[in-house]
């Protein structure tokens, strides 16, 4: 059972800026060769998907987020880490973390029922 770990979320002012970070547990073998990813819940609204990243780093984003997020990965130290920049209001919500449970994974698509392993999120506010 792979455990995550969010942590970095805050309040902010619109164009702000934050640090997202995600991490597994140190027995986790296999965190390198897993598709991840970062989703968020605005309040009334459903999950949404952020970014992801393969086993390659090749990274997708969600429209509302590109040229603004940046996802990457630690595989020495197990953390999967999201870039907030030029924060909107509409980025407000709780955001989480998430593994797929298959290994050499490469299809890091941008839907939430993929991802087995979730953290417990982390509330990011902006403020305008």
């Known amino acids: 059972q792979m455990q ?24 986790e073998l296999y965190f390198a060769r897993r598709c991840m990813g970062w989703f968020r819940q605005a309040p009334g609204k ?16 969600a429209d509302s987020v590109k040229g603004r997020f940046t996802i990457s990965r630690d595989i020495d130290n ?9 924060l909107k209001p509409e ?3 709780v955001y989480y973390c998430a593994a ?3 290994v050499h994974c490469r299809n890091s698509y941008l839907d ?15 403020s305008s």
Do not use: F, H, P
């Not at 805050?10 to 997202?20: D, F, N, P, Y």
């Not at 939430?112 to 902006?126: A, F, M, N, P, R």
């Open 4 to 27: 995550l770990m969010e942590s970095g979320g805050g309040s902010v002012q619109a164009g702000g800026s934050l640090r997202l970070s995600c991490t597994a547990s140190k027995e």
């Open 46 to 61: 459903g999950r949404e998907a952020v970014a992801t990243v393969n086993m390659d780093g090749n990274t997708s984003y």
């Open 78 to 86: 197990n953390i999967l880490s999201l870039q907030l920049t030029t």
């Open 91 to 93: 980025d407000t919500g």
């Open 100 to 102: 797929r449970a298959i």
């Open 112 to 126: 939430d029922s993929l991802y087995k392993y979730w953290g417990q999120g982390t509330q990011v506010t902006v």
